[in-house]
């Protein structure tokens, strides 16, 4: 991962082609980005995360574009979302998310991913804000993108903690309530 902040320079998304098509070229310049190569590889996990890019809405485009973020593979459990890096921010995404993205619980993957760009676009590591509200922001992103039913699966597989049921009773609601 070092090696990657070694490498990486500042590279906005050009703003200049997101007049065009802004979903569209924003896709393009993210799966094209030399940091996600990896993604290009298996045309499975290509095609997973296109999905999650295609549930961004306009404005959500634009913060990204704004805020370039990577999704990087490594070693852990799941992904975790790392705040601003010099002027960019990073997606870890660890084994067995990469499992996922290609088996048929892709959905269950994207909304891991979606709830990562959520703490990325809430800013969660630039405000004071306590975990569980972070959390919870996060879920709600990653709702309003779609993908709040296969999350709060996810979330039933981890549901030992307090927080975690506390998160799965605020998805709950959420989705009784869209129905």
Known sequence: MFEFLKKTRLTKYNSQELKKDPKAEFKKSFLNNS???????DRITRRSIEILLDSLNLKQIQFFTKHPTYIIPCQAHLSCAIGRTQNHHLI???????????????????AVLAHEM???YHQHTEHKIDT???QIEADEFAFEL???EELQEVLLDHAHSLDCRVRISRLT???????
Do not use: D, R, V
């Open 35 to 41: 940091n996600h190569q990896w993604i290009n590889e």
């Open 92 to 110: 870890l995404a660890f084994p067995e998310l990469l499992q996922l993205l290609k088996s048929a619980s892709a959905f269950h993957a994207i």
């Open 118 to 120: 959520g703490h990325i």
């Open 132 to 134: 569980l509200t972070a």
């Open 146 to 148: 779609g993908f709040g």
């Open 173 to 179: 609601a959420k989705l009784m309530t869209q129905k």
